[in-house]
């Protein structure tokens, strides 16, 4: 079967910004104006289609990003809204992972963010080309080319303006289109009609000057047309678009739009902009996988004659359908009803069922090709990061590299029953939120969930309590400890018991040592797979994975540490998966009784912003909280500082400045790393949590 769409028409795009720039309103626009949807969703009046959990409506922003597809002068666009607040940023990388081009929104008064920046880069690491669209122009304050020059300073790009918007009575009306020469206006209505006329008079001069500035960056870098530049003679449009194409995809330039999504205007152009300027998956020609029997590098081209590859970039389960997989496909092609097979979890699956997402229904496919981005629905071990591909040919795709959960509250359901109930939902939340982690303390025995920070775990909890109907408590937040072990250490284990008439023997050893900060938990195994099963490999690498969980000091989970597996002892009739996992665990916990380890805290980024005579104030305060200070910058009449300082100490912070700078002080929070407590804190914690303290204080409840 064919594909609807040749390759070369699709785009899968992300829309990213500063939380409030107008993603959402922006979107909204985009599936009107494709005819996906009839009427105008608001984010005001929590009608957004994309937005749509209760709890982003209530609250009015973006949690879970989702993908919505759209057609445009027949080429498919597929749009994965990301959120922008920063608990939620391991959303914005799992999607910057899978998508070949952005659109960047900046607010037309404010210019570029501080938040914005953090994308920005995570952008630049994916090497993701980007448009830029100035939002908001008809707002008291707007200015486009300010915007424009922030773009500059703060970002260090090189902005290419492609069209310079046009006011009458300082009404913002529309935008000139630099390349066509044309003012484009949009009907009062709702927008739907665009209108294109003469440059007026008065501006002709300005519009030159950009659009001389346009073919002097395209001619330059174009060999192609630099000749007929330096002649003098005019370079025909559609050339000019070809070059600035070529010069967005190569990360030269970053072609720049203007308008207002909420007053529907400057909408349809930066639809154009997104064929016209973007990627499609072939432009990205190939990518770059390991193949997981070697560990050597291989690649796949982004083509459908290709062997089939794809990336789970998000899971979320659903409530009729069970566990829904938004999958990049990379290469090939997949039919429904066929196998894959899982790198990671190293199982044979099934498709059950493949479903191209609109933002909140549905519709089903029979075959998906490379490219596209869909919702898989059959796989059962499958989660976020994993690559699935043919299984006589494997490739895995890296990983996302997501941070450790940083706060922690304890949790506890209203009775037996209900603890079940809760135990299932938390499950559920895992497998969709890799920044989202359940355990259990060993000491107290209390079920504790951790998260990104406080907003985080507040939604959760709240679709606990109402999604889910969990009657129960929750405690006060708290710092997530972790550990990390500093010497080299080797352990093994032999299981050998009796269940029943069932016998079970396996014997593991392995050895332990320090992986950088920051990589998490790392498995390697010297032993060739033909001595062992990759069932028995997976079961020896979950018993690892276990034993981290709790570390040695006071329990808190082990990060940062790579197990190695030296050897096994098995037997063919005795030796299966669950002997394995139980020996795997005992041989870390073997090896981490001997070893020394340190403690962990997470450490939080933080810009504040604060006006001059409060500066010395907010510097002293910091210092009290462990704080270190990276930059200071003095502008006008406030103060930015930039600094780090340990999460323990920021509980209540905002609130505390605020109060300190009469309100005129403001602050920007975000997980940076984990690094080592200082010993004599570390002893104080240490006693603390292996001694009586409980998590436990209940402050709010639901049900
Ligand atoms: P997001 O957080 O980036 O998704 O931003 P939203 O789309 O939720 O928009 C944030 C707020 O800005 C909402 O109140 C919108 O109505 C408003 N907004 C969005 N676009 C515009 C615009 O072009 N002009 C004005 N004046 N307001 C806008
Ligand atoms: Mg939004």
Redesign the pocket.
Known sequence: MGRDCPIEKVRNIGIMAH?DAG???TTERFLYYTGKIYRMGE?DEGT?T??WMIQ?QER???ITSAVTTCIWNSFKINII?T??HVDFTAEVERSLRVLDGAIAIFCGVAGVQPQSETVWRQANKYKVPRIAFINKLDRTGADFLRAVDTMRTRLCTDPLIMQYPYFEDEQFVGVIDLLKRKLLQFSEDDGHAVSETPVPEHLSETVEKYRDRIVEVVAGEVESLTEAYLEGREIAVEDLKLGIRKLTLSHKIVPVFGGASFRNKGVQPLLDAVIDYLPSPQDIGTVDGINPKNEEKTSRRLADDEDFSGYVFKVVSDPYMGKLLFTRIYSGKIENGSMIYDCNSRKKERIAKILQMHANHREELKIVHSGEIVGLIGPKFCKTGHTICTEGRKIAYEAIAFPEPVISVAIEAKNQKEQQRLEEALQKFCDEDPTFKKYVDAESGQTLISGMGELHLEIIVDRLFREFKIQGNVGKPQVSYKETIVSRQKGEAQIEKELGNKKLFAGVTVELWPSKRGVGFIFHSNLTSGNLSEEFLSAIEEGCRDALMVGNLAGFPVIDTTVKLLGVNYSESDSNEIAFKMAATQAVNNAMLSGDFILLEPIMKLEIITPEEYLGDVINDLNSRRGKIDKLEKSENSSVIDGVAPLSELFGYTTELRSRAQGRATNTMQFGHYDEVPPNFAKNIIARYKGELSYFEATSSGG
């Open positions: 939380i993603k959402t309103t984010v957004a994309m937005d982003e009015g922003i973006t809204d959120p922008g």
